[in-house]
Nanobody
Framework: VQLQASGGGLVQAGGSLRLSCAASGGTSSTYTKAWFRQAPGKEREFVAAIRGSASAVYYADSVRGRFTISRDNAKNTVYLRMNSLKPEDTAVYYC????????????????????WGQGTQVTVSS
């Protein structure tokens, strides 16, 4: 499975962006998909995850209520809609996928995911 993230850019605080992650190869429409981010000098952190059937979604506390993860399995694409962006949201955003399902205790860990995209830069100016 290959993942290609896009949609990053420069936006002012309070603005919005939508990230996309297109998958190719494999049966990724059934895979759990997630977004992570990594800011300069910081560890990678979990942002959001969505079950293959889109029947369940999960968010990090820092983005809940502002970000929305969704997926279109017909297009093999997962999205991250980011509203009310803050300077602290500045990071490289990565999409990830796993065939292992969505286990609540495991999904925030990067090691749970088998496939990773190349990352897209999001910069929020104050």
């Amino acid at each position: 499975v290959q993942l290609q993230a896009s949609g990053g850019g420069l936006v002012q605080a309070g603005g919005s962006l939508r990230l996309s992650c297109a998958a190719s190869g494999g049966t990724s429409s059934t895979y759990t998909k997630a977004w992570f981010r990594q800011a300069p000098g910081k560890e990678r952190e979990f942002v959001a995850a969505i079950r293959g059937s889109a029947s369940a979604v999960y968010y990090a506390d820092s983005v809940r209520g502002r970000f929305t993860i969704s997926r279109d399995n017909a297009k093999n694409t997962v999205y991250l809609r980011m509203n009310s962006l803050k300077p602290e949201d500045t990071a490289v955003y990565y999409c990830a996928a796993t065939s292992r399902g969505l286990i609540i205790s495991s999904m925030p860990a990067g090691t749970w995911y088998e496939y990773w995209g190349q990352g897209t830069q999001v910069t929020v100016s104050s």
